[in-house]
């Protein structure tokens, strides 16, 4: 199912949602979803222009599933008057690789 930006971002705005979630959250699990490294840190920093192509390896979860997720993460950024092409640089994760 695809999502409409434009009916998330004033869903948000309505439920008032903006003051209560981090956006560092969903930038994690942007991150995740896009199987980290340098595709997954510009899905969760710059989500308006990050794309996947043929290049890159088998992300975890579909590309529609990750479609959403970057859509998510635009729309709550301009709910919150953040812009989505630069967004704060995501949390760090010291010492939670596999060991």
């Given at each position: 199912m695809?999502?409409?930006?434009d009916a998330l971002k004033a869903q948000f705005r309505f439920q008032?949602?903006?003051?209560?979630?981090?956006?560092?959250?969903?930038?994690t699990v942007a991150f995740v979803a896009a199987g980290g490294g340098l595709i997954g840190r510009m899905y969760?920093?710059?989500?308006?222009?990050?794309?996947?192509d043929s290049r890159a390896g088998k992300a975890p979860?579909?590309?529609?599933?990750?479609?959403?997720?970057?859509?998510?993460?635009?729309?709550l950024a301009e709910a919150q008057d953040l812009d989505p092409?630069?967004?704060p640089a995501m949390p760090r994760f010291p010492n939670c690789g596999v060991f």
């Open positions: 695809k999502l409409d930006k008032k949602v903006t003051q209560e979630w981090d956006i560092r959250t969903l930038q969760a920093e710059q989500p308006a222009v990050a794309y996947r979860y579909r590309d529609q599933d990750l479609e959403n997720i970057r859509v998510t993460l635009v729309a092409h630069n967004l």
